[in-house]
């Protein structure tokens, strides 16, 4: 079939918004965006190496009410300079079609200019990343990443294992202002999910006028498979990396009124980088599963350590302060007995935590998204897409 009768059908079908700015794709991609403008429809990939869209050009594009299904990257803008807004759109990871290999990204970009990601969501993928960056940090050239809804961050693989995941990841993000991750919505079911750190920065920094800035965000759930089992690295919110310089490692973080629950090994931690403050969370862990059954791989709420064991020059300057935290770490008793609230040997510097009357319990911990979505409610804001998916013309 011609391609321009193939194109056609994929019009007819409510596929394409404007031919002239897309081309179909090789064995990479459902669809390959050659040119600036808007975009809707739905697309589905069918391979692991396989993009639902790729973005090939550095025009802005807004993807706005797409329905992505696939086992491969859902968005792909791994070309450098993006200006990406992507809102009001539906993302579905399938099964991986390889071995050591797990679901694809929501979304990926490399070497962006711009980002705007709202509204949208995310069900068992593998969440979105940010490596490096093109823009100059202005408001009109940075990342934003805010009311979206995301299920079961999932890195598994189908053989068995799985990869670092996250719901969102900047890495090697450096020195950029004006960047926003606020009112996300982010729940990850024991068992049916595999994520890392919920929100890992990496070697990535705002500035000092214009800290980078993680706040607002609802996060439940951090699990190893199977969740029983008892080890776990991940968290809900980390600074993370292996920067060999203060201005190469994770700085000028400040994460405030977050809600943090049900995590195993911890809620918070800053583990890396300078000028780092954690402040007024909430870490809210009951170390129960839903069937009551106990968390092994829970260890403590939030710290402050040297993970990489970098200078002082590097590593310094970092803060946890007036947080709200009942953490249960079964055997241990740091303030209560059955709890880690602060990491025993490494929170010197946390100071002013509210610690949560016992018991920390699954009720307790239910009691959390619903307070959340109250706050939520009075920035007259919702989280996910505020449009249907487009239909299907026929």
Not at 112 to 125: A, I, K, M
Not at 318 to 337: E, L, S
Not at 362 to 386: C, I, M, Y
Request: glycine content about 10%; aromatic content about 8%.
């Amino acid at each position: 079939m011609a391609t321009t009768s193939i194109l056609r059908l994929l019009w007819a079908a409510g596929l394409l918004l404007l031919v002239s700015q897309c081309s179909l794709a090789g064995p990479d991609a459902t669809l390959v965006i050659t040119r600036g403008g808007t975009y809707s429809g739905r697309y589905t990939s069918t391979a692991s190496g396989q993009a639902c869209l790729r973005i090939a050009t550095t025009e802005p594009v807004v993807l706005d009410g797409c329905e992505l299904r696939g086992p491969g990257r859902l968005i792909d803008a791994t070309a450098g300079g993006a200006r990406l807004t992507v809102r009001n759109c539906r993302g579905y990871g399938l099964p991986a079609t390889l071995d050591n290999q797990a679901r694809g990204r929501f979304l990926e970009v490399n070497s962006g200019v711009s980002l705007l990601v709202e509204h949208n969501y995310l069900e068992q993928t593998s969440g979105v990343l940010v490596y490096q960056w093109s823009g100059d940090g202005s408001p009109a050239q940075t990342i934003t990443v805010r009311f979206n809804q995301a299920k079961n961050i999932d890195g598994r693989y189908r053989n068995g294992g799985g990869a670092h995941v996250s719901f969102l990841q900047l890495n090697e993000v450096h020195g950029v202002g004006h960047i926003d991750i606020a009112w996300n919505q982010v729940i990850n079911e024991p068992n049916n999910s595999l994520v890392e750190d919920n929100i890992n920065l990496h070697n990535s920094s705002g500035t000092p006028a214009s800290p980078l800035r993680v706040h607002d965000n609802y996060i439940q759930g951090a699990y190893p498979i199977p969740a029983t089992a008892a080890t776990f690295t991940g968290s809900g919110i980390t600074t993370d990396g292996d920067g060999s310089s203060a201005l190469t490692t994770t700085a000028y973080v400040e994460a405030y009124q977050n809600q943090v629950v049900s995590t195993c090994n911890a809620a918070m931690n800053i583990a890396a980088g300078h000028h780092n403050t954690f402040h007024h969370n909430r870490m809210i862990t009951s170390g129960l599963l839903p069937d009551s059954s106990r968390l092994r791989a829970t260890y403590a709420a939030t710290s402050i350590f040297n993970a990489y064991e970098k200078p002082a020059t590097v590593f310094f300057a970092n803060r946890v302060a007036d947080n709200t935290i009942g953490f249960v770490k079964w055997g241990y008793n740091a303030p209560f007995p059955d709890r880690h609230d602060l990491s025993t040997n490494a929170c010197s510097p946390c100071t002013g935590t509210h610690h949560v009357p016992g018991p920390i319990t699954l009720q307790l911990e239910r009691l959390e998204l619903p307070s959340w979505r109250r706050r939520l409610r009075q920035t007259g804001q919702v989280v996910g897409p505020r449009t249907l998916p487009q239909p299907r013309k026929k």
